[in-house]
C-alpha cells in the first residue's frame, strides 16, 4: 500500500485503541508516533516515503532481508518491544510506533502481495486477488479511514 494509506491506517489505529478504552497522557506524541511507525516497516522497500528520506537505508535493509520479510514481521515488533523495555521513552511514543508497525502489517496483509509476517518462516501471508497498491480499492479504502478517522475524532472531541 502507499504510504498515504499506511499513515491514515496507523493514525485509524491508534483512534481504535483510544475508542476501545485505551489511554495515553500526550494524544499529540501517540498520534505523530502512530504514522512514524506507520512508515517504519517500508524501510526495507526502496523509492518508499521513509527510505528516500534515509539513503542507503532501504538499499540495504532491501538487499540483506528482501522486501516484505525482517522489518514486515512478528519477530521485527517483538524486538522493537523489547528494545523498548531497554529505554525510557515516554509511553505513548512507544505505544505509537508499535500500534503503527503493526497496522502497517495489518493493510499489507490485505495486499495481494501479502509480507513473510512469520519471517524468517518464508511463508507469505497475504489475500489471492487482494488489494492491488495504488488501485481504486485502495483508494475506497483510503476514503473510509479517513471517514473514520473524522467519526472518531468528532465522538472524543465534541
Ligand atoms: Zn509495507
Known sequence: MEGKT??????????????LGGTVGH?????????????IPDIDHTGSSIGRRVPLIDNIVSTV???????HSLLFLV???????????????ETGILLG???????????????????????NIGIPGGIRTGGTIEQG?????????????????L
Open 141 to 157: 479504502f483510503f476514503t473510509v479511514l479517513i471517514v473514520y478517522l473524522c467519526y472518531v475524532g468528532y465522538q472524543i472531541y
Open 65 to 71: 532481508f528482501g522486501h516484505r520479510s525482517f522489518t
Open 101 to 123: 508497525m503493526f497496522s502497517h502489517m495489518i493493510l499489507d496483509m490485505l495486499t495481494k502481495q501479502g509480507i513473510k509476517f512469520l519471517w524468517p518462516l518464508k511463508i
Open 79 to 93: 524486538l522493537a518491544f523489547f528494545l523498548f523495555q531497554q529505554t525510557s521513552l515516554p509511553k505513548e511514543f
Open 6 to 19: 499506511h499513515i491514515v491506517g496507523g493514525l485509524a489505529a491508534g483512534a481504535l485503541y483510544l475508542n
Open 27 to 39: 494524544e499529540a506524541l501517540f498520534f505523530g508516533s502512530l504514522a512514524l511507525g506507520a512508515l
